[in-house]
């Protein structure tokens, strides 16, 4: 294996670090070669030597004086992340730990159970209510932005001058976009599209910086309006996702680190092993509020998310996600001024499709198959543009105000292109009294007809959706539906991947609905009897699934998920069949849109499976060395030093114990985390301190819990140069029980067991003389 230099700079303005700095980026190992080392500061221990990394700066001196605005960012996807590190997923069971675990009842056992039920509650009724005020918002301002367009367009049709509607609706379009875009790019970068990328690396053990903070959510909330009231091809359901997972981070500490108050409530679950379990629940919570699918939201936190489940954890998913539901569903009743009549579960309502009108036989399957297939290509090509598409953002979009210019860009154009096909359009369809549409459009069309192609463009994407599912047959001509198919998707494609805060869920839908229903006219069209084929509404269902599956490459979730939507269990086998096609001829081109954004941020993700090749190679072929260890009682100086090195900017760090009388740099005992040296060195627990009974009290896990989980930087720590010939013991805080496995465990076993033991992104460890690697 190649040894890979590279140092790449990034041009996310989330990154706390600023955005001025670059972060480099760690991939590859050399030839082995076991060495060892011991430097003579303090004891430290750098143990075995198994590949290096050189990150050393490769920029001329002309190339560093233009630093500061590059015009070109270069970018290598596969490489790794430094500024990534794991969560905490596994207890410490240090003696701290299981001394509160011993000192806890049977009753205070029971008590933390109910408040874990009680916390998914709240979990799922703030979730549910945040998507209320989302599609409300959305509602009132889209129809206020259509309604004001349609008068104008219908004043100049009679007069001439349509170019005023036009740019009129290009303006409101950019307005809102541009403000969508400015509180993104300006204020939280990490609010940026769906979100559920950064969820997924969240649920997988990737600690992605800002993810779940207040800021992101408030910002992610006013995005996705601004963002869908502006045209733009998205969806507000699956920034809907992010929005649970951040409520449920937030809700589960009990206290606000942005706001600095703390309501003193659910300490105890202040580490990473219980907010993994919330976050999941407020991922499934935003799916149940976006579709209305409960069971769909438990299964997408299971397929999609979670390293780790268990029976009890999916009770209390499935019930958060039943409360998000209800409440969304309530309070949307009470809007529409229909209290208690609880008939829209979600954000997207495919509406009712009764048993009679979407039938189908058996010999309808294969080309149900045959659908899917044409959605894993479609999906393939939509992912792959996307690809090439983000690459050059990375490359040259990234200045905020750029960021900015290219979301009006797009929502400018979007509107162009919209009113370009809706004058060019032909399709004028008689407006039947059971045919209720929200802006009907008259334009070039005779009294009492509309345009059909308006129905498609001027509009909401749900409701778009809704009227390719249900609108009676002879509702669109075929080249109507071609144009928009072509048109929506290039658009969609392009506008994923902007600084604006929107989901692909619904463009998916809109496109493979309208490629979907036109697939069930060319039937009808070209069999000798086509009445068999009268109903194109359910061809528009499964071309939707198939597009979707294409593009996320989500099979068991995403079948729950539409069936709950169209509240109808006849199409299950269907759209299952049609997901897996999709997923598998997808798969055969290019991997889903989530895993290859995730690839793109070169975050550390561990999948499901090992790789092909995992059997060939041992971990002792794949570990990185030296590794920088701490002794059981170690210097103050040496820790802050160590910390304060940006080269070993490691999460955890092994303990070990040096061995008489011989060659071996030691044995291991134990593994200490960088937050818990934050703490103690914040807290002064030195040796010399304690023997003269200077110190105030025992450190407590409490101590942890309050730092928890923003601990502050090693630059923040002052320590007098007296204190740094203080020792430190670390016996009492390590974890004396860290995971290991033999040098020569396969890489397959390895992988098998991060996955199993809910550690992702991680560091691994090799001691020489137990022959063991530790992680």
């Given at each position: 294996?190649?040894?890979?230099?590279?140092?790449?700079?990034?041009?996310?303005?989330?990154?706390?670090?600023?955005?001025?700095?670059?972060?480099?980026?760690?991939?590859?190992?050399?030839?082995?070669?076991?060495?060892?080392?011991?430097?003579?500061?303090?004891?430290?221990?750098?143990?075995?030597?198994?590949?290096?990394?050189?990150?050393e700066e490769d920029l001329t001196s002309e190339e560093d004086t233009v630093r500061g605005c590059p015009k070109e960012i270069p970018?290598?996807?596969?490489?790794?992340?430094?500024?990534?590190?794991?969560?905490?997923?596994?207890?410490?069971?240090?003696?701290?730990?299981?001394?509160?675990?011993?000192?806890?009842?049977?009753?205070?056992?029971?008590?933390?159970?109910?408040?874990?039920?009680?916390?998914?509650?709240?979990?799922?009724?703030?979730?549910?209510?945040?998507?209320?005020?989302?599609?409300?918002?959305?509602?009132?301002?889209?129809?206020?932005?259509?309604?004001?367009?349609?008068?104008?367009?219908?004043?100049?049709?009679?007069?001439?001058?349509?170019?005023?509607?036009?740019?009129?609706?290009?303006?409101?379009?950019?307005?809102?976009?541009?403000?969508?875009?400015?509180?993104?790019?300006?204020?939280?970068?990490?609010?940026?599209?769906?979100?559920?990328?950064?969820?997924?690396?969240?649920?997988?053990?990737?600690?992605?910086?800002?993810?779940?903070?207040?800021?992101?959510?408030?910002?992610?909330?006013?995005?996705?309006?601004?963002?869908?009231?502006?045209?733009?091809?998205?969806?507000?359901?699956?920034?809907?996702?992010?929005?649970?997972?951040?409520?449920?981070?937030?809700?589960?500490?009990?206290?606000?680190?942005?706001?600095?108050?703390?309501?003193?409530?659910?300490?105890?679950?202040?580490?990473?092993?219980?907010?993994?379990?919330?976050?999941?629940?407020?991922?499934?919570?935003?799916?149940?509020?976006?579709?209305?699918?409960?069971?769909?939201?438990?299964?997408?936190?299971?397929?999609?998310?979670?390293?780790?489940?268990?029976?009890?954890?999916?009770?209390?998913?499935?019930?958060?996600?039943?409360?998000?539901?209800?409440?969304?569903?309530?309070?949307?009743?009470?809007?529409?001024?229909?209290?208690?009549?609880?008939?829209?579960?979600?954000?997207?309502?495919?509406?009712?499709?009764?048993?009679?009108?979407?039938?189908?036989?058996?010999?309808?399957?294969?080309?149900?198959?045959?659908?899917?297939?044409?959605?894993?290509?479609?999906?393939?090509?939509?992912?792959?543009?996307?690809?090439?598409?983000?690459?050059?953002?990375?490359?040259?979009?990234?200045?905020?105000?750029?960021?900015?210019?290219?979301?009006?860009?797009?929502?400018?154009?979007?509107?162009?292109?919209?009113?370009?096909?809706?004058?060019?359009?032909?399709?004028?369809?008689?407006?039947?009294?059971?045919?209720?549409?929200?802006?009907?459009?008259?334009?070039?069309?005779?009294?009492?007809?509309?345009?059909?192609?308006?129905?498609?463009?001027?509009?909401?994407?749900?409701?778009?959706?809704?009227?390719?599912?249900?609108?009676?047959?002879?509702?669109?001509?075929?080249?109507?539906?071609?144009?928009?198919?072509?048109?929506?998707?290039?658009?969609?494609?392009?506008?994923?991947?902007?600084?604006?805060?929107?989901?692909?869920?619904?463009?998916?839908?809109?496109?493979?609905?309208?490629?979907?229903?036109?697939?069930?006219?060319?039937?009808?069209?070209?069999?000798?009897?086509?009445?068999?084929?009268?109903?194109?509404?359910?061809?528009?269902?499964?071309?939707?699934?198939?597009?979707?599956?294409?593009?996320?490459?989500?099979?068991?979730?995403?079948?729950?998920?539409?069936?709950?939507?169209?509240?109808?269990?006849?199409?299950?086998?269907?759209?299952?069949?049609?997901?897996?096609?999709?997923?598998?001829?997808?798969?055969?081109?290019?991997?889903?849109?989530?895993?290859?954004?995730?690839?793109?941020?070169?975050?550390?993700?561990?999948?499901?499976?090992?790789?092909?090749?995992?059997?060939?190679?041992?971990?002792?072929?794949?570990?990185?060395?030296?590794?920088?260890?701490?002794?059981?009682?170690?210097?103050?100086?040496?820790?802050?030093?160590?910390?304060?090195?940006?080269?070993?900017?490691?999460?955890?760090?092994?303990?070990?114990?040096?061995?008489?009388?011989?060659?071996?740099?030691?044995?291991?005992?134990?593994?200490?985390?960088?937050?818990?040296?934050?703490?103690?060195?914040?807290?002064?627990?030195?040796?010399?301190?304690?023997?003269?009974?200077?110190?105030?009290?025992?450190?407590?896990?409490?101590?942890?819990?309050?730092?928890?989980?923003?601990?502050?930087?090693?630059?923040?720590?002052?320590?007098?140069?007296?204190?740094?010939?203080?020792?430190?013991?670390?016996?009492?805080?390590?974890?004396?029980?860290?995971?290991?496995?033999?040098?020569?465990?396969?890489?397959?076993?390895?992988?098998?067991?991060?996955?199993?033991?809910?550690?992702?992104?991680?560091?691994?460890?090799?001691?020489?003389?137990?022959?063991?690697?530790?992680?």
């Amino acid at each position: 294996m190649a040894n890979i230099t590279k140092k790449v700079s990034w041009s996310s303005r989330g990154d706390e670090s600023g955005g001025g700095e670059r972060t480099p980026l760690l991939n590859g190992s050399e030839e082995i070669r076991i060495t060892r080392q011991l430097s003579g500061d303090g004891g430290m221990f750098h143990i075995g030597r198994l590949s290096t990394v050189d990150l050393e700066e490769d920029l001329t001196s002309e190339e560093d004086t233009v630093r500061g605005c590059p015009k070109e960012i270069p970018h290598n996807e596969k490489l790794l992340s430094l500024k990534f590190e794991s969560l905490d997923y596994d207890n410490s069971e240090n003696q701290l730990f299981l001394e509160e675990e011993r000192r806890m009842s049977f009753m205070g056992f029971r008590c933390l159970e109910i408040s874990r039920w009680v916390v998914c509650g709240l979990i799922g009724f703030l979730t549910g209510l945040i998507a209320c005020c989302i599609d409300i918002a959305v509602e009132n301002l889209a129809g206020v932005k259509y309604f004001v367009v349609k008068q104008n367009i219908e004043k100049f049709t009679e007069v001439g001058g349509l170019s005023i509607s036009l740019i009129l609706w290009a303006v409101l379009n950019s307005a809102f976009v541009m403000v969508g875009a400015v509180i993104v790019a300006f204020f939280e970068p990490g609010a940026a599209g769906s979100g559920i990328p950064q969820i997924k690396c969240y649920l997988n053990g990737v600690k992605i910086p800002r993810v779940v903070r207040l800021k992101t959510l408030v910002v992610k909330v006013f995005g996705v309006i601004c963002s869908v009231a502006g045209g733009l091809a998205v969806g507000k359901e699956g920034p809907m996702i992010h929005s649970g997972a951040v409520v449920a981070a937030g809700v589960s500490q009990g206290r606000s680190t942005s706001l600095k108050k703390d309501f003193k409530i659910f300490e105890y679950f202040r580490r990473d092993t219980e907010k993994r379990d919330f976050v999941s629940a407020g991922a499934a919570a935003g799916v149940s509020a976006a579709f209305g699918a409960p069971v769909g939201g438990v299964l997408f936190s299971l397929e999609e998310g979670a390293s780790f489940w268990n029976q009890m954890l999916t009770w209390r998913i499935f019930f958060a996600s039943m409360i998000s539901t209800f409440t969304l569903n309530f309070f949307l009743s009470i809007y529409n001024k229909k209290p208690g009549e609880l008939s829209s579960p979600g954000l997207i309502n495919f509406g009712r499709f009764e048993s009679e009108s979407v039938a189908y036989n058996i010999y309808e399957i294969p080309l149900f198959i045959v659908m899917g297939a044409i959605g894993g290509l479609l999906g393939a090509l939509f992912n792959i543009l996307n690809y090439w598409l983000t690459i050059f953002r990375i490359r040259y979009v990234h200045r905020p105000c750029l960021q900015v210019m290219e979301a009006m860009l797009v929502a400018a154009v979007t509107a162009t292109v919209s009113f370009t096909m809706i004058y060019f359009s032909n399709d004028c369809q008689p407006l039947r009294p059971d045919q209720s549409e929200d802006y009907p459009l008259q334009l070039f069309c005779a009294d009492g007809q509309y345009n059909s192609m308006a129905t498609a463009f001027f509009n909401t994407p749900e409701r778009s959706v809704r009227s390719l599912f249900h609108n009676p047959p002879g509702s669109y001509n075929p080249l109507t539906l071609s144009v928009f198919t072509l048109t929506y998707f290039l658009l969609a494609c392009w506008t994923y991947g902007l600084t604006v805060s929107a989901g692909v869920f619904i463009p998916s839908l809109l496109i493979g609905a309208a490629w979907g229903r036109l697939f069930g006219i060319l039937l009808a069209s070209i069999t000798p009897n086509g009445s068999i084929w009268a109903v194109p509404g359910k061809y528009a269902l499964i071309g939707a699934a198939a597009q979707l599956g294409g593009i996320v490459r989500m099979t068991l979730s995403l079948t729950v998920i539409m069936v709950e939507a169209t509240g109808n269990v006849t199409y299950g086998l269907p759209i299952m069949l049609v997901l897996m096609t999709a997923k598998i001829v997808g798969d055969y081109f290019v991997e889903g849109l989530y895993d290859i954004h995730i690839k793109l941020q070169s975050v550390p993700f561990l999948h499901w499976e090992a790789p092909a090749t995992s059997h060939w190679l041992t971990a002792r072929e794949v570990m990185s060395a030296p590794v920088t260890c701490f002794k059981r009682i170690e210097k103050v100086g040496t820790i802050v030093d160590v910390l304060s090195n940006t080269s070993t900017n490691h999460n955890g760090f092994p303990v070990v114990v040096p061995v008489a009388a011989s060659d071996d740099p030691g044995k291991i005992c134990g593994l200490i985390l960088r937050s818990q040296i934050i703490v103690l060195l914040k807290h002064k627990v030195f040796v010399e301190l304690a023997r003269s009974r200077l110190t105030q009290r025992k450190l407590q896990l409490k101590d942890f819990r309050d730092a928890y989980p923003r601990f502050p930087p090693i630059q923040s720590i002052h320590v007098s140069q007296d204190e740094r010939e203080c020792m430190m013991d670390l016996t009492e805080f390590m974890n004396p029980t860290p995971y290991t496995v033999p040098q020569e465990t396969s890489l397959f076993l390895v992988c098998l067991s991060c996955s199993e033991l809910w550690v992702s992104d991680t560091w691994w460890w090799w001691t020489m003389r137990t022959g063991l690697w530790v992680w």
